[in-house]
């Protein structure tokens, strides 16, 4: 096939997405040089039937658009080909992949949304101060999760929220988990098999940066964990908290333990109503405070109650872990129950996703669930981590607590 001069809409040149959109002919420069582990979005300005991309041999996007992403450094031998019958193009071109200038973190780098439902720990951790606004609270937030900083943020009751990501596009590597996330969970000491304790199940999301605009307002994709297909999990669930009415009179109840049992409203999309309770060893406000609203809705699937009163006065639950996929369900130092593989991405109907990487990471608490004394099941989160970055001297970074990762 005859090689033609090639006109490319070339997004950035190097490091993955800038504003920027020069105009590049592809056939006088025809080398791309990009760090590993970053996105180089490659787009056609000319049209035809079909389109054709190909990495080392291999077709990777028959789309008009392809964006280019490895983990490995070294040289790609690229082709983009516009099969069309009266003007077929075929062109050839590199893209190197170099070591980044300032080594990646593995850890989390970026905090994008805190939206928590309400709950007891909530304006507690991160800590509202009078003034803050929701900027401040994301602030406050970045630093709590940030690196190995670990300090543990709470995502309220169902459907509360945190969205972070990394340095760097996490890559999907084949038939590896490829990221990991801390929580809080424990095993009950006097019986650790039945994996019962406290496990508060929060369901993990992700997107790919497609638009490479930098923000998280791609599509999401849910991780199926081992709850995700079974009759009892709903999906397409949705539940709106009210916050308290002015003059609200609290009323406790007998155990002594809740304060104000008729604390803050929740209507859901299966028609049930009910409370969050507030407790009497957290007397803050549960409802987030920077938050302007009288009402919060979240939505999103929702896994059955995990929580049995072993006491059946409401005195003793005991919250039991789900088999895997869920963030703050098994203790920490079960290193792979806690690591998360992007090639469990399902779409909204179920279907599982190919996706090459991930720059969006969003956590929600799955269960809508209150245990007596133990308030309500929220997911909290202290730090996640990239499992394909190295770092120098530590094969794997050292998780909390130095627990063993080896479990
Ligand atoms: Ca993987
Ligand atoms: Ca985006
Ligand atoms: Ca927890």
Request: proline residues 6%; hydrophobic residues 35%; contains cysteine.
């Amino acid at each position: 096939m005859k090689r033609i001069d090639l006109i490319f809409l070339l997004l950035p040149m190097l490091a993955g997405c800038t504003s920027e959109i020069p105009m590049v002919n592809l056939g006088i420069d025809d080398a791309y040089y990009i760090p590993r582990m970053s996105k180089l979005p490659l787009e056609s300005a000319l049209t035809g039937e079909k389109y054709v991309w190909t990495v080392n041999g291999d077709t990777v996007s028959t789309d008009r658009s392809y964006i280019f992403l490895a983990r490995e450094e070294g040289t790609y031998a690229m082709s983009f080909e516009i099969v069309d019958d009266s003007t077929p193009y075929y062109f050839e071109f590199t893209v190197t992949v170099l070591h980044e200038e300032v080594e990646y973190s593995p850890y989390i780098s970026r905090v994008y949304e805190y939206c928590p439902a309400p709950g007891q720990f909530v304006n507690e951790m991160p800590k509202y101060e009078p003034g803050d606004t929701y900027a401040d609270i994301l602030k406050k937030c970045e630093e709590s999760i940030s690196g190995t900083n670990d300090v543990m943020i709470t995502l309220g009751a169902y459907g509360g929220y945190v969205t972070f990501g990394f340095d760097h596009t996490v890559i999907n590597v084949v038939g590896e988990k490829d990221f990991r996330i801390w929580g809080n969970a424990f095993y009950e000491l006097t019986n650790p098999d039945a994996r019962g304790g406290s496990a508060e199940p929060g369901i993990v999301m992700v997107s790919y940066d497609t638009n490479c605009n930098g923000e998280p307002d791609d599509e999401w994709y849910e991780l199926a964990g081992s709850e995700y297909y079974k009759p009892e999990t709903l999906h397409d669930y949705s539940i709106t908290y009210s916050r308290p009415e002015p003059g609200h009179i609290p009323q406790e109840d007998e155990t002594g333990y809740l304060d104000d049992v008729t604390y803050i409203p929740w209507r859901d999309s299966e028609g049930m109503t009910g409370y969050v309770a507030k407790n009497i060893f957290h007397s803050q406000e549960y409802f987030p405070m920077w938050e302007v609203g009288e009402k919060l809705t979240f939505w999103g699937s929702r896994l059955a109650p995990n929580g049995i009163d072993l006491s059946e006065t409401g005195r003793y639950y005991v919250l039991y872990a789900y088999d895997y996929g869920y963030v703050d369900n098994h203790p920490n130092d079960f290193a792979d129950l806690n690591s998360f593989d992007i090639s469990a991405a399902v779409d909204s109907a179920g279907k599982h996703v190919s996706l090459p990487g991930i720059d969006f990471v969003r956590v929600y608490t799955g269960l809508n669930q209150y245990c007596g004394w133990l308030g309500e099941t929220s997911t909290e989160i202290a730090r996640a981590c990239d499992l394909h970055i190295e770092l120098p001297g530590t094969p794997l970074p050292n998780p909390l607590n130095n627990q063993s990762l080896s479990k």
